[in-house]
């Protein structure tokens, strides 16, 4: 059994990658204090991420339909399996993660956003998807535009390559699914009323309307000014430090 720094056994956290991305973006929190006081179990989600890191498996095939709610219920029969009550998600997978709360049979009590879904705005590279009639189509666009992004930033372009690894059917049917269910649904009010609710982010990568919602609201947050949409990478203490206080709390 594995205890922490204070005797007890481990509890489990378990992480999950934004739209089209995989666990290789959180592996530089195994080297924070965060790992000495949690489990980390870094989930890759059915059709994302075909490589393997080290201690982990080759990721899962994509699902016959890939949706939030597919890929929710995925989440929640990890979370039973790790004996999981918390989650750290990234960008849509805050959505996911709320939906996977939400169902019968987990015991998630906190949910850490990393600067997840709060508006249909949010959905910036996820509902480009929608814009697209087959998947091939939207791959090579989305993987265009990653491009000329990553040409001046190269956090932007590890993502790139990760994107590269995906289900490309998977990733269209993802950001289609998740473009048309902020139509129908507020994914802020949603990650609420699923458990408690911690936003961890950086203003400057924030949506306008995002951030009105979020200085509206009671949601616990925490600002890690300077950090790029990927502060496990960028940013790897200083995030651990503040999942460990949210935690705490």
Not at 22 to 43: G, H, K, R
Not at 94 to 115: D, K
Not at 206 to 220: D, I, V, Y
Request: hydrophobic share 45%; net charge negative; aromatic share 8%.
């Amino acid at each position: 059994m594995q205890t922490n720094t204070k005797g007890h056994k481990k509890p489990t956290l378990l992480m999950i990658a934004g739209f089209g991305d995989n666990v290789s973006m959180f592996e530089n929190l195994t080297n924070t204090p965060l790992a000495d006081e949690y489990n980390l179990i870094m989930l890759d989600l059915p059709g994302f991420g075909s490589h393997k890191l080290s201690s982990h498996e080759l990721s899962i095939p994509a699902l016959e339909e890939t949706s939030l709610i597919s890929l929710a219920e995925f989440v929640s029969e990890q979370t039973e399996r790790y004996d999981a009550t918390a989650i750290l998600a990234h960008s849509v997978a805050s959505v996911i993660a709320s939906l996977a709360a939400s169902m019968r049979g987990t015991n998630i009590h906190t949910l850490l956003s990393l600067e997840g879904n709060l508006t249909a705005e949010d959905a910036y590279f996820s509902g480009m998807a929608a814009d697209y009639d087959d998947a091939a189509t939207f791959f090579d666009a989305f993987q265009n535009k990653l491009a000329k992004m990553a040409e001046t930033d190269p956090i932007i372009a590890r993502y790139r390559a990760e994107v590269a690894r995906a289900d490309v059917n998977a990733l269209w049917e993802l950001g289609c699914n998740a473009k048309a269910f902020t139509h129908y649904n507020h994914p802020g009010e949603l990650l609420m009323q699923a458990a408690h609710a911690v936003y961890i982010y950086n203003p400057d990568n924030c949506a306008p309307s995002s951030l009105r919602w979020l200085q509206a609201s009671s949601m616990e947050r925490y600002i890690l000014a300077g950090a790029s949409h990927w502060p496990s990478i960028d940013r790897p203490n200083d995030l651990s430090q503040i999942i460990l206080t949210a935690l705490d709390r």
